[in-house]
């Protein structure tokens, strides 16, 4: 089945900072999904993005698939970033979303 | 909020027994999913119905089953619970039934065995 890598594992930011999360992928897909899970455990949907660029606020999203990559890029963090954020991948190969390990933010004042 | 309902939202049991936990989708949503996420496993894939019909399996146990009701419904039954099972379960749905369409998340049963 499809592997779903995100980079990077963990990444400590001071509240005001951007980063820049990366979800590559080793087959290509017809869904592509990002998603916050905070400290509480929710799941939120962030991005629906099988291809191309969307934006959400302080939040934006790129998918090459082409190149079987996608980014997410928060600007300005705040302390309510924190949590885990996963990128889940969908192949024509099956009807699962395949979750990446996830990547853990701290924002910190 | 996503739309999906899941409950309880916590469930404390002793190993050994069956419980069984509830997903609503979101209106018009013709597919369900069950995910675990566990600390050592990540978020897995248990299963899909689409439309009250079993679509897809993943790592599901033989100990637990799961159905959907004609009302579109569903409800994840997990028997001889044992202390691995401890887990968060999640409640995904959407609209189509091949994954290729967003998929919305419940707020997850977070299940203790002890």
């Known amino acids: 089945g499809i592997q779903v890598e995100q980079s990077p594992p963990d990444l400590i930011l001071q509240e005001g900072a951007n980063s820049t999360l990366r979800c590559n992928f080793s087959?290509?897909?017809?869904?592509l999904q990002w998603f916050h899970q905070n400290p509480w455990g929710q799941l939120i949907n962030l991005f629906y993005?099988?291809?191309g660029t969307k934006q959400n606020g302080r939040l934006s999203a790129t998918t090459v698939a082409t190149e079987r990559y996608s980014l997410l890029y928060i600007s300005s963090s705040q302390t309510t970033d924190s949590g885990v954020y996963f990128c889940?991948?969908?192949?024509?190969?099956?009807?699962?979303?395949?979750f990446g390990t996830g990547t853990q933010l701290k924002v910190e004042l | 909020d996503s739309g999906v309902t899941q409950t309880p939202k916590h469930l404390i049991t002793a190993t050994g027994q069956r419980v069984t936990l509830r997903c609503s989708p979101r209106?018009?949503?013709?597919?369900v999913y069950w995910y675990q996420q566990s600390l050592d496993q990540g978020l897995q894939f248990l299963i899909q119905?689409?439309?009250?019909?079993?679509?897809a399996k993943g790592n599901i146990l033989e100990r637990f089953s799961a159905q959907q009701f004609p009302d579109l419904h569903s409800e994840l039954n997990l028997s001889s619970l044992e202390l691995g099972d401890s887990a968060l379960y999640f409640c995904?749905?959407?609209?189509?039934?091949?994954?290729?369409?967003?998929?919305?998340f419940g707020q997850g049963t977070r299940l203790t065995v002890v």
């Open positions: 995904a749905s959407s609209a189509g039934g091949r994954g290729n369409t967003e998929a919305f």
């Open positions: 087959d290509s897909v017809n869904n």
């Open positions: 993005i099988p291809s």
């Open positions: 119905y689409y439309n009250g019909e079993e679509r």
């Open positions: 889940a991948a969908h192949t024509g190969g099956g009807n699962k979303l395949t």
């Open positions: 209106s018009g949503d013709l597919s």
